[in-house]
Every structure is written in C-alpha cells, then in structure tokens.
Nanobody, 131 residues
Framework: QVQLVESGGGLVQPGGSLRLSCVASGFTLEHYAVGWFRQAPGKEREGVSC?????????YYTESVKGRFTISRDNAKNTVYLEMNNLKPEDTATYYC???????????????????????WGRGTQVTVSS
C-alpha cells in the first residue's frame, strides 16, 4: 500500500523541541521532493518546509520557521524528518507530509510548497505548544 505516515507530534512547552517523522511505504521516497504542511483550526493548510529529492541539496522554509526548523531525509529509512526547535504557541497545528508529484519537478520552489503540487498525504500528527 502506498502511503506516508507522520509521527512525533505531542504537547510541548514554549521553547521546547520536537522531531517529526514522515515514513513512506509502498514506494521509494528518495525519488521525490517532500513537503511538510501544517493546518491550525480555522486556518488554511500552509506549506512549512520542503526538501528536494535524492540528496536533499535544496530546501525551503516559510519565513516564520526559518532558523528554528530543519528538514532532512534518510533515504535508507525511506523517511523525511522535521526538527522543530524553540517552538512557539503559533506553531500549534496538525502537521502533514506529502510527496511532490513528479510532473512538478524534484526541487523545492522558491515560493514554497503549494498543496496542489503534492499527493499521498498522511493523516497528520498534532503539535501543541502550550505552557
């Protein structure tokens, strides 16, 4: 079965850290760029980060997470990670990963990931930042 599964979310205090994982099954994830998105209640899903295919030499971060979040990939484990440090209450959301459809390329766009370019969405993992 082709799918992506996110994990690693939880409840953390402001300033804390979490590492999210996105594990692929049924296909080889290294061939694709991967994006992380998040959606807070009442808000649209936004693109947070992206990593290019294979060696992940290019990446993208939305302005609000630059310097705090790091995206990486371990192709041997068919997994992409999102390391989140210095978390803030405004980071609270459900986080989703998805793979970029090959027709849109294997790099990360400078404008950031757009929802329509991605497929095989996972069910998400909840991140709550609160004291």
């Amino acid at each position: 079965q082709v799918q992506l599964v996110e994990s690693g979310g939880g409840l953390v205090q402001p300033g804390g850290s979490l590492r999210l994982s996105c594990v692929a099954s049924g296909f080889t994830l290294e061939h694709y760029a991967v994006g992380w998105f998040r959606q807070a209640p009442g808000k649209e899903r936004e693109g947070v980060s992206c990593i290019s295919s294979f060696y992940g030499t290019s990446s993208y971060y939305t302005e609000s997470v630059k310097g705090r979040f790091t995206i990486s990939r371990d192709n041997a484990k068919n997994t992409v990670y999102l390391e989140m440090n210095n978390l803030k209450p405004e980071d609270t959301a459900t986080y989703y990963c998805a793979k970029k459809e090959i027709e849109y390329g294997t790099l990360c766009a400078e404008r950031g990931p757009k929802r329509y370019e991605y497929e095989y969405w996972g069910r998400g993992t909840q991140v709550t930042v609160s004291s």
